[in-house]
């Protein structure tokens, strides 16, 4: 299974960006998705997930701006950001893993996650 994360760059507080990670091999339908990013020498946080049977979290600290879409047919995650602040700015990760069950703890931590994506950056100038 490979995941490709793309669509990030520089963009002002206030603008928007569009993220998507194309998914090749396995099951895309079956997959549990996530949105996960990092800083520079911190820890990779939970940013949104999008189960397999179709209900979506978003991190309390993006809710309102983000929203996270996968199109089956397409094989590809998304993760729609809007109003952009300079603390968005960071390395954006998707990951997929196939169990059947995924309960909220699990979804919501990168260490459940078996695939990753290499990675894209989002900066947001102030």
């Known amino acids: 299974v490979q995941l490709q994360a793309s669509g990030g760059g520089l963009v002002q507080a206030g603008g928007s960006l569009r993220l998507s990670c194309a998914v090749s091999?396995?099951?895309?339908?079956?997959?549990?998705m996530g949105w996960f990013r990092q800083l520079p020498g911190k820890e990779r946080e939970f940013v949104a997930a999008f189960r397999w049977t179709g209900t979506t979290h978003v991190a309390d600290s993006v809710k309102g701006r983000f929203t996270i879409s996968r199109d089956n047919a397409k094989t590809t995650l998304y993760l729609q950001m809007n109003d952009l602040k300079p603390e968005d700015t960071a390395v954006y990760y998707c990951?997929?893993?196939?169990?059947?069950?995924?309960?909220?703890?699990?979804?919501?931590?990168?260490?459940?996650?078996?695939?990753w994506g290499q990675g894209t950056l989002v900066t947001v100038s102030s």
């Open positions: 091999g396995g099951t895309f339908s079956r997959y549990s």
């Open positions: 990951a997929a893993d196939s169990p059947p069950v995924a309960i909220l703890s699990q979804i919501q931590s990168d260490s459940w996650y078996h695939y």
